[in-house]
């Protein structure tokens, strides 16, 4: 824009040079709609100056002296063009924590940080951030809402690494309203400000002005009426200046919102272009209409533009120059001088400060079908969306990054697919884009990433908390550092590097934060697991891989997917309860968990580590699931995504995916079906389509599922033949040609030139990606395993053509309507039941409103509210659509996803229906047309009807000519005058108009090449391809023919492979006895009308080809009719399957036969590789089991020589499941079960007989019964091999009649009642133990033998007794019966139970007590009659002696063997009951043995305290009364109070005694207040009483008050404090304690304090870290290196640590070198390797012989941890050393007492010899 400004002169006219300077700036145009050229400079003439000089004063007449803008184009607001201290309107979008996004004018985005909107309110938080809190009152959200409109200015544009422009604004009213004095406030002005502080009566507003006070009362009316309203400090208003006082330092406010909307800026408010605010309602006259918007002129002399976005749309075509309008100034560009307007209705009056739509929820959406209504060539274009709305597409959005931009391509194009990219509040309007690129792409925004999935983008950067990953151009994800790899990388960089591509996991994601998390953990991305995304998915015994996040004692805590996680308990983490958690488990480490509880509705989950099994893991991953393709199966929707529908399979709750494009055979009912179809609801007559790593494909193609179902399909490449018509989709589309995906894993390509009939320039637009085609096999490329098709209409026509199509279009209707239903039966939304009451054909009575620019007409009506009603231009065509009009419409086609009803007015289409007749033929015209449906009317008959568009799958390519267009004409032949199908209408079969009614077929659309071949014809043909079952052979004239393995040698031998008798190129005769379709290999006889189609199927066999030979009979024979069980034939095999465990043979060309893998197999080893067991085409002799009911000429086969299961057959059986009562469940062949108890799986019982045996386990097992349909087995090998003889140790007992009294027998213990111990000896026979016949030991309660003789365990018992008629067997588990040991241990301290003699001396003495009994009972009588009296408490204990004595006499009167078990329980309860009295007595006098207070009064003795408790039912009332006292107790109680004070005071005054209280250690602190030992244990004091957080005030205490000089009491109490935090703090809190230590003390120590603390605590990382900074840090000392390299060594990491001695050698000086490799060589010794510390010690002492300290400290060593030789070596090197005399006798007697110690005679004599000779040596020496 140009901007012109003329400054006052200043006198003189020498300025005019100047002048003409200043008139320079005009460089700041920006005009974004011309190319203008600059001006030629030329050289001014006189009459120039004079022409200048005269519209210099024009101007100053015109402007009175202002600076005054003026505008020559129209143009919106770029970003490119944005600069610092622009002023604008914007609209509040998003609202979070730190930051607000606002939507700007013309699309532009803003954002706002918290600190940049009012000082007050950033003081404010600034002062809570300092006081250490931040409330949920201090969140920004209460400031500004979403839709409020605000008055910002750009305060940055900061630049990104990638290039984008990030805009910040501000709203802080300083930055917005720095251009308005105090002088220049006047009423009437609307200004934006916030709030500063709340007052009783009002609010003090910030306006931004300096020495202005703005004063905003409350509304009395409001506050009464919402109190709710009160603002906050900061909170953003709009506000209307009422008043102004004191020469505006006083100004008065008002919030009315009608008031504040509708006040206009005038002329007297003194607005210039300075201070002028965006916000400000003006009246303006229109100064000029161009194509791209208004230029206005305001305020009597300010011009401004109004860009084509911010026309009203209504009254875009009635605007003209001079007309006066309302206006929203959006914007103002101070140094350009530009304003930009707004005359938006949602900007205007009588709308307030708040915009009802701030944001979308089509954000990301693809639409198809759109149109471009205006294009601005320097700005974008205006696209019509298909629901009406309206979008906005930026220049820069119309091309690809590097494209030239072409806007005349792109508006000869009808309609245009584009995706919705944002939502602009400022204009109400969406913002799309047309680049391909980001329509396909598959993350537009977070909202497309969902948890769990796999994701792939590019390394950005790395940083020491993780790395950077970019998905796309707005999309980042973060990997943690601890999610980089399964364990922690060292050294990421090495392994990453920027640019590098990545697959990640999604581990959670957050649109609202933008903030996504992946992993790069192994085990998470491979993980087949199922995924808890949410805690309703984690079902309970589930299995899924979780990572720890948190390890505490309790246990630890797993987190999944997204806010699901879950704690496993310390005792579910191991099988070991006293395991430490921290020893075994890290953060981050990916575990199996298994879900124990889940509490959803809480987000409560429990886990469990533990108790996960292989079975789970495997049950998982194999999902137990018998997948084969094109089996039928019914789903449940989880969830929905843009891939399609994430399903689980029924029952089984299997994960799969059925993709959006395999919904259905029609394109447009893909999202029909998609949107229709909500989380929950169950799908039937789904299919298994295809299975990888990836999970399971699912497909609901109609036609696709007919083919599978039918076996229509060819299963593998070898079965490829050309000329085969096969059923596909379209996988992906490239330039030369599009990839066909067929099922079972194929893929072929369909060439450009093979895509159509017609020739085609461009691949794209010709079919979908995902649409069912079918392809012809044109060429096969045998050695790379590839081939092409052809999806020419003329090649895959079929036989019957019209009758698919009308197929088609039933089943596409059928789906229509399921959707409907669908969408209208949830009853979500009101329209979708309006539009539901609605169909093709209905009359409606519409009133005409608006014509739209493409001649369309929109209908309204009450009925029809918020819904679109349009009757295209074709449709009103003689029609009166006078707006308002009142017309009758008949439905066409309802939208169900626009939510649109296309209507037609023309009269003809009411008319009234008449009689159709089938076969009739009519001229029928396009009503409406779709991708895939039509709707006609029949003539004049007032029929409508739907029609499919093409009448081939393939057929999708029209030229214009051929295309149907609303009017054109088609020629109909009625099939079926009221079809249900069509809800009574219509069905009908189509052609244009013109065409001819039937075309000739030529060879190549039918399924295959014509012949003429009878059935019984001899022919020669030649072997062209030998399969293993069966061989293609050449015919004449190009006629293919193939040959059946059967059909080749009359009697094949038994293994042999009768088709490698026949070479490539031989010539055979053979005779023709059917065909075989070339597209579904089914066998054809010759009166099947598809023979003369088919591949002729030939025979070799000598046998038929005899002429004599019934053709008739050699082409029906064999039949399955003639097959019955047990019938004995050869077969060949053709395949084994995995999935099914199935092998597939084939008997004749028309008969196969299936044999499962139990019946094909004799030995369980052949079970791990059945498919190696028979090859393709090998002849095998079979058994007939069963025919097919499902699929015709198939048997059911056996190779193991039986065909049923009966009593005595071997056979092999699958464990199904292990029961451990009873037992194994297995699967037998032919669909049989059974089970095998556990006393029949060996002849020789075991301990944990069931822990060999797992489920899916082969096992071969012999049947010896039969019960209600199921078997019994035996594994038994005596049962199996029943001819031989082998040794049985533990018999089968078949009844309780083969057991004799007094036989020792072994069995399993079934189970532990109340009445004994049962004990199973086999299948169908069962024993019990008593509890007096099962130990020697008195046992009073019966859960002891439950709690010590466990479920199947194998005892040895003796058959006691045997009773035949009731099948009862006592047995006894005596020691002296079994000759065991006791099934009771001696440990539980139980008695021996009394037997023999010693029983009877016992009843003797029960006799006696009986008769004192008596007699005392006699004595009671008497004395019952005479009154009670006092009892003293001596004789209540004689009494209660008495009754003791009473009950266990009495109890053994009543001993009879089982009943001394009651009394003995008695005897305990009392027993019982006293110690508990006893421990509660021993409390009380703990108490009073406590000093909590030094009151004499409360010290007690012990003996009251004691007497005070006892107590009886029969003294309760001499206990009320008081008792009095004696004198002499009274002084015992004196002297005892004394000695315990006395005792108090010899504790207080005893320095060794140790403080038992808080108070104790006090006054010891006060005379010791520098001992560390002191304070050390009082933390522990605390420690003891778990009170972890007065340990730490009491270490924090210790600290402050030890003196400074005492360095060493100080470093003792910080290693307290850190010892502390490691065990009961957290990571954080420990290293913030360390960090302390370090400055207050010397580094050295503190770091190896703190190292010795986590090798101590099983920290082996953390120390390890440690010490690698300490080795850095302190590399000069000694102490730390040795520390470092003990603590490699006792981690048993040898090579690491003479790796560090190395370092250490580097780094230390040589006077260290000797210490510290004696240090290493010390500890080698203890923690390594003996030969190599003595290695180490030999290299140091020859270096240094002469020291004998080493030498000393070696055979130390050696003594310590060598033999005797090598100690006697080390002596003898010592003593022969060149050292004094001195130190050699010291070595001497170190050898002699050795010697003496661990020798003999001998050696010690050998040393006296050896040091004679040194003396003698030595003094040989002197004398020479």
């Known amino acids: 824009m140009t901007s012109v400004e003329e400054d006052f002169p200043r006198g003189g006219s020498a300025k005019k040079a100047s002048e003409s300077k200043a008139a320079k700036p005009p460089v700041e145009v920006d005009n974004l709609f011309e190319t203008q050229e600059p001006a030629v400079k030329k050289k001014r003439t006189g009459a120039n100056k004079q022409e200048d000089g005269k519209a210099a004063k024009k101007q100053k007449r015109e402007g009175g002296g202002l600076k005054l803008n003026t505008l020559t184009n129209v143009d919106i607001l770029h970003l490119r063009n944005l600069k610092v201290g622009t002023l604008m309107l914007g ?98 002005m609307t200004l934006g400000g916030c709030v500063e502080s709340v007052e009783d009566h009002g609010f003090l507003i910030d306006i931004g002005i300096s020495g202005t006070k703005a004063f905003l009362p409350k509304d009395k009316t409001n506050e009464t009426k919402s109190p709710k309203q009160d603002l906050k400090v900061g909170q953003y208003v709009t506000s209307l200046v009422t008043e102004v006082k004191n020469e505006g330092r006083v100004a008065r406010l008002s919030r009315n919102h009608a008031a504040v909307s509708q006040a206009c800026a005038e002329t007297q408010h003194g607005w210039t272009l300075s201070n002028l605010a965006p916000g400000l309602l003006v009246k303006a006259c229109i100064k000029k209409v161009t194509l791209h918007g208004l230029i206005v002129t305001f305020l009597s002399s300010y011009n401004g533009v109004v860009d084509f976005m911010h026309i009203d749309p209504d009254k875009a075509s009635t605007y003209s120059v001079g007309d006066e309008v309302k206006a929203r100034i959006l914007y103002v560009e101070p140094s350009a001088r530009l304003v930009g307007l707004s005359l938006r209705s949602h900007l ?57 931009f072409n806007p005349n391509r792109l508006l000869a194009q009808p309609e245009h697919t584009l995706r919705i990219t944002d939502y602009s509040p400022m204009e109400q309007m969406h913002l799309a884009t047309l680049r391909k690129s980001t329509i396909a792409a598959t993350y537009f925004s977070y909202h497309d990433i969902k948890e769990g999935q796999l994701i792939e983008g590019t390394v950005q950067s790395l940083e020491k908390y993780g790395m950077h990953i970019k998905i796309s151009d707005h999309i980042k994800g973060l990997v943690p550092r601890i999610h980089l790899a399964d364990v922690t990388l060292t050294n990421p960089e090495k392994k990453f590097r920027e640019g590098m591509k990545v697959k990640c996991r999604v581990l959670s994601v957050d649109p609202l934060k933008k903030k996504l998390i992946l992993s790069r953990k192994k085990a998470l991305m491979e993980s087949t697991l199922p995924l808890f995304l949410s805690y309703m998915d984690a079902r309970v015994g589930l299995v899924s891989h979780g990572y720890i996040v948190s390890i505490r004692d309790f246990g630890c805590i797993v987190r999944f997917y997204g806010d699901v996680k879950g704690l496993v308990p310390k005792q579910e983490l191991t099988a070991s309860s006293t395991v430490n958690p921290q020893s075994l488990f890290y953060v981050g480490q990916v575990l199996k968990a298994k879900v124990l509880r889940c509490d959803a509705e809480n987000e409560k989950l429990v886990l469990s580590f533990k108790a996960v099994t292989q079975g789970d893991v495997e049950r998982v991953q194999t999902n137990t699931v018998a997948f084969e393709v094109g089996k039928k199966v019914e789903v449940i929707v989880l969830k929905k995504d843009l891939t399609g529908l994430q399903v689980s399979i029924l029952p089984e709750e299997v994960p799969a995916l059925l993709p959006m494009v395999h919904l259905s055979d029609h394109v447009t009912n893909w999202p029909l079906l998609w949107e229709g179809l909500q989380e929950g609801d169950t799908i039937s007559n789904t299919v298994y389509l295809s299975k990888s790593k990836q999970g399971i494909i699912l497909t609901k193609k109609p036609l696709l599922v007919a083919a599978l179902e039918a076996g229509d399909v060819v299963m593998s490449f070898s079965e490829l033949q050309v000329g085969m018509i096969m059923l596909g989709w379209v996988k992906s589309i490239m330039p030369y040609g599009v990839f066909i995906d067929f099922p079972h894993g194929l893929q072929g390509l369909a060439p450009k030139a093979a895509m159509s009939d017609k020739f085609i320039t461009d691949t794209e637009g010709i079919f979908q990606i995902g649409q069912t085609v079918l392809a012809k096999v044109t060429n096969l490329d045998e050695e790379k395993h590839r081939f092409l098709v052809s999806l020419k209409v003329s090649e895959v026509s079929s036989a019957e053509e019209e009758g698919d199509a009308q197929s088609r279009l039933i089943q596409g209707q059928r789906e229509r309507m399921a959707v409907r239903d669908m969408m209208t039966s949830r009853g979500d939304s009101d329209l979708l039941q309006k539009l539901s009451s609605v169909s093709l054909g209905d009359k409606l009575k519409m009133t005409v409103g608006q014509v739209t620019e493409d001649g369309s007409v929109s209908l309204i009506s009450d009925r029809f509210k918020n819904i679109t009603v349009l009757a295209s231009k074709y449709h009103i065509t003689g029609v009166n659509t006078t707006l308002g009009c009142k017309v009758t419409a008949v439905v066409l086609h309802v939208d169900l996803l626009t939510l649109q009803v296309h209507v037609s007015l023309l009269p003809k289409l009411m008319a009234k229906k008449k009689t159709l007749e089938k076969g009739f033929q009519h001229t029928a015209t396009i009503q409406y047309v779709d991708k895939d449906f039509a709707v006609i009317s029949l003539g004049d008959t007032g029929h409508l009807t739907v029609v499919s568009t093409t009448t ?426 079994t000759g065991e040991a006791d099934i009771l241990p001696e440990s539980l301290g139980l008695p021996l139970r009394l037997r023999g003699k010693e029983k009877e001396e016992h009843d003797k003495i029960t006799a006696k007590r009986k008769r004192k009994i008596s007699e005392n009972d ?172 007065q340990a730490r005030a009491v270490a924090e205490r210790a600290l402050k008050t030890i003196s400074f000089r005492e360095e060493q009491e100080k470093l003792n109490v910080w290693v307290a404090l850190l010892n502390l935090e490691n065990m009961y703090g957290t990571e954080e809190s420990l290293q913030k304690v360390f960090e302390r230590a370090v400055l207050y003390c010397e580094p050295m120590p503190v770091h190896q304090q703190l190292a010795d603390i986590y090798a101590k605590s099983n920290k082996i990382k953390e120390a390890e870290s440690l010490y690698k900074k300490m080795v850095k840090r302190f590399r000069q000392e000694k102490a730390v290196w040795q520390s470092y390299g003990s603590f490699l060594l006792r981690q048993g990491q040898r090579d690491a640590a003479d790796a560090l001695l190395q370092r250490a050698l580097q780094s230390l000086s040589n006077k260290d070198h000797v210490d510290l490799i004696t240090k290493f060589a010390r500890l080698e010794f203890q923690y390594g390797n003996t030969e190599r510390a003595r290695a180490m010690f030999d290299k140091v002492l020859t270096s240094y012989p002469k020291r004998t300290d080493l030498w000393s400290v070696f055979i130390d060593l050696m003594v310590k941890h060598g033999s005797q030789k ?25 050898y002699l007492d050795y010697e003496k110690k661990h020798g003999t005679p001998e050696s010690i004599q050998a040393v006296k010899q050896k040091a004679l000779e040194y003396v003698e040596a030595k003094g040989t020496e002197a004398t020479s």
Not at 111 to 130: G, H, R, T, V
Not at 158 to 180: Q, Y
Not at 373 to 395: N, Q, W, Y
Not at 1553 to 1564: D, I, K, Q, V, Y
Request: charged share 30%.
């Open 348 to 404: 205007l009056p009588p709308r307030g400060d708040v915009l009802e739509r701030a944001t979308s929820d089509r954000m990301g959406a693809v639409l198809e079908g759109c149109k471009m209504t205006a294009v601005h060539h320097h700005s974008g274009a205006i696209m019509e969306l298909p629901g009406g709305d309206v979008a906005f597409i930026h220049k820069n959005q119309m091309k690809e990054p590097r494209e030239e």
């Open 952 to 1377: 081939h799958l393939n057929e999708t390519f029209r030229f214009e000519t051929e295309k149907l267009t609303e009017g054109s004409n088609l020629t109909v032949t009625v099939t079926d005058p009221s079809s249900e199908e069509l809800q009574g209408r219509p069905l009908v079969a189509w052609q244009l108009v013109g065409s001819t009614t039937k075309r000739e077929r030529t060879t190549y659309e039918n399924r295959g090449v014509k012949h003429s071949y009878n059935v019984g014809d001899l022919v020669t043909a030649k072997v062209k391809t030998v399969k293993p079952t069966h061989v293609i052979v050449a015919l004449t004239e190009g006629i293919t023919g193939s040959v059946h393995v059967s059909e080749i040698q009359e009697s094949p031998k038994v293994g042999s492979f009768p088709t490698s008798s026949l070479k490539v190129g031989t010539e055979v005769k053979g005779r023709v006895i059917g065909g075989r379709e070339v597209r579904g290999h089914n066998f054809l006889p010759f009166s099947h009308p598809n023979f003369v189609f088919s591949l002729p199927e030939l025979t070799l066999l000598p046998s038929k080809l005899n002429t004599d030979v019934d053709v008739h009979s050699t082409e029906n024979e064999p039949k399955l009719d003639n097959y019955n069980p047990g019938d004995e034939l050869i077969c060949f095999a053709s395949k084994y399957k995995p999935d099914t465990k199935c092998l597939e043979l084939t008997v004749s060309p028309n008969i196969t036969g299936t044999v499962e893998l139990l019946a094909m197999i004799n030995k369980p080893r052949d079970a791990n590789n059945p498919q190696k067991l028979f090859r393709s085409g090998q002849c095998v002799s079979a058994k007939v089991v069963g025919i097919s009911s499902k699929k015709t000429g198939r048997l059911f086969l056996s190779l193991t020589g039986m065909h049923k299961l009966e009593q005595g057959a071997v056979t092999m059986g699958t464990i199904r499941k292990i029961i451990p009562q009873m037992g194994l469940a297995l699967k037998l062949p032919f669909g049989s079960s059974g089970s095998a108890s556990i006393t029949d799986l060996s002849d020789t019982y075991t301990e944990k007989p069931l822990e060999q045996y797992k489920e899916g386990q082969v096992v071969r097992c012999c049947v010896t019964g039969e019960e209600d349909g199921k078997f019994h087995v035996s594994l038994r090998l005596s049962r199996i091999h029943a001819g031989k003889t082998l040794p049985v140790k533990d018999a089968d007992i078949s009844s309780v009649s083969e057991l004799q009294e007094g036989q020792i027998i072994r069995g399993y213990v079934k189970n532990v009642g109340d009445k004994g111990i049962f004990v199973r000896l086999s299948r169908s026979v069962t024993g019990r133990v008593l509890f007096q016949q099962a130990t020697n030991y008195f046992v009073n309660d019966s859960k002891t033998f439950a709690e010590h003789v466990s479920q199947n365990a194998l005892l040895m018992a003796k058959v006691v007794h045997v009773d035949a008629e009731s099948n009862h067997v006592d047995l006894s588990l005596l020691p002296e019966d």
């Open 91 to 188: 609209c509040v979008k998003e609202v979070s924590d730190i930051e607000f996004v606002l939507g700007l004018p013309n699309g532009l985005k803003g954002f706002l940080p918290i600190s940049s909107i009012c000082e007050a309110y950033s003081k404010a938080l600034s002062e809570k951030l300092d006081s250490g809190g931040y409330i949920e009152d201090d969140s920004p959200s209460h400031l500004l809402v979403p839709g409020q409109l605000v008055r910002c200015v750009v305060s940055s544009l900061d630049s990104s690494r990638e290039g984008f422009v990030s805009l910040k604004v501000s709203i802080n009213p300083k930055d917005v309203n720095k251009e308005l004095s105090s002088s220049s406030l006047k009423a009437g």
């Open 1418 to 1589: 006699q004595e009671e009588a008497v004395k019952k009659k005479k009154p009670k009296k006092a009892e003293n408490v001596l004789e209540k204990k004689k009494k209660k002696q008495q009754k003791s004595e009473l009950k266990k006499s009495q109890a053994e009167d009543l001993d009879s063997g089982v009943d001394v078990y009651f009394r003995e329980e008695e005897t305990q309860k009392e027993k019982k009951k006293e110690k508990s009295r006893a421990e509660e007595r021993g409390r009380l006098q703990v108490a009073s043995a406590f000093s909590w207070d030094t009151d004499l009064n409360t010290l007690k003795p012990a003996s009251v305290a004691e007497n005070a408790y006892e107590s009886s039912d029969d003294e309760q009332d001499d206990q009320s009364k008081p008792v009095k006292k004696s004198r002499r107790e009274m002084e015992q109680e004196r002297q005892e109070a004394e000695r315990s004070l006395n005792r108090l005071e010899a504790e207080l005054m005893d320095p060794s005694a140790r403080p038992e209280n808080s108070e104790a250690f006090e006054r010891l602190l006060l005379s010791s207040p520098d001992s560390s030992l002191l304070w050390l244990q009082y933390m522990a004091f605390h420690l003891q009483a778990t009170q972890i957080e």
């Open 1766 to 1790: 090598d100690v006697r070596d080390l002596f003898d090197r010592v003593i022969h050393l060149s050292v004094s005399v001195k130190k050699i006798k010291f070595f001497f007697k170190r």
